[in-house]
């Protein structure tokens, strides 16, 4: 392999770059404190604790609380990341080697804060371990999937489907670890980030663009990053609450997703599920995101 060559291709490009994000101070939400506090005026206790417990799905809160809770999460996110990218451009064009990348990075680890936010609310399990700064190749996959919804690829919301009906299907409350580092989920992982590797140099490059002239370019900054993150956290937050995994009342039980399979903790259960089908192996196409 020639020196390099993995910083040219978008794919590892990509990944790197959500890696990096992903470790940043304050990006990972407590699922725990964050459920909390969102419900808080919304829901009784007992309705918090089995959403913490289980899932908000399983606590059965209404679609419309959900909605409003994530409306707040979505304008408090946009709010906080347009306001530090107006700030990164006020230095102009001669800090620039220092303020893109720092800019791209505090982007990219809102949109990990956003999608946590959402997917908790959502009823998705916990996207983090408490093992240190690890980020395990699942939830890397996840987010991956995740962002490709942001940005608007099919390929994308159907793999995001995919993943959420095996866990809706086996009820479980873990992530399908080998269907997204080496299932029939993987390969649509890894075209999704080379497409993304793709859209973050070229909005690395208008971020650069609009930070070129000082105070012009700040203003410029910060109305570029909310007109673009604003509306990818709302199409995150519409696919999201259309998913099986979303209906109330349904209920999530300790177990890992194989493949469309899953290990369960109670042997009863898992007899008595053990027709479940597997995943559908089909590779889905990439395309670009609908006008």
Same mark, same amino acid.
């Given at each position: ?158 793999? #995001?489907? %995919? /993943? $959420?009906?095996?866990?809706?299907? *086996?009820?479980? @409350?873990?992530?399908?670890? !080998?269907?997204?580092? &080496? ?5 649509? #992982?890894? %075209? /999704? $980030?080379?497409?993304?590797?793709? *859209?973050?140099? @070229?909005?690395?490059?208008? !971020?650069?663009?609009? &930070? ?80």
């Amino acid at each position: 392999m020639k020196p390099g060559k993995v910083n040219e291709n978008p794919e590892s490009r990509f990944s790197a770059v959500l890696l990096a994000a992903a470790k940043l101070p304050g990006v990972r939400i407590n699922r725990e404190a964050y459920l909390r506090s969102a419900l808080a005026r919304h829901c009784s206790e007992d309705d918090i604790r089995k959403a913490v417990e289980e899932s908000p799905a399983a606590a059965g809160i209404t679609v419309e609380v959900l909605d409003k809770v994530a409306n707040d999460s979505i304008r408090f996110e946009t709010a906080k990341v347009s306001a530090l990218s107006a700030a990164a451009g006020i230095p102009g064009i001669l800090a620039l080697p220092a303020t893109v990348p720092a800019d791209v990075a505090q982007y990219f680890g809102h949109m990990v804060r956003i999608a946590q936010k959402l997917a908790y609310l959502y009823s998705w399990p916990d996207l983090f371990s408490d093992d240190g700064d690890d980020v395990d190749d699942a939830t890397m996959g996840v987010l991956t999937l995740f962002f490709g919804v942001m940005f608007g690829t099919q390929t994308a919301n159907a793999a #995001v489907g %995919k /993943v $959420a009906g095996m866990m809706a299907e *086996q009820v479980a @409350k873990k992530l399908p670890q !080998k269907a997204l580092t &080496k299932g029939v989920i993987y390969p649509i #992982v890894k %075209k /999704v $980030a080379a497409y993304l590797g793709v *859209q973050m140099t @070229k909005q690395s490059f208008a !971020k650069s663009v609009s &930070k070129a002239i000082p105070l012009i370019g700040a203003a410029v900054s910060g109305t570029l990053t909310l007109a673009t993150y604003l509306p990818m956290a709302k199409r995150l937050k519409k696919h999201l609450a259309s998913l099986p995994l979303a209906e109330p009342t349904h209920r999530v039980m300790d177990g890992e997703v194989v493949d469309g399979d899953v290990v369960e903790d109670d042997a009863s259960f898992a007899t008595a599920h053990a027709d479940q089908h597997s995943a559908d192996s089909t590779a889905v196409k990439l395309e670009e995101p609908q006008s």
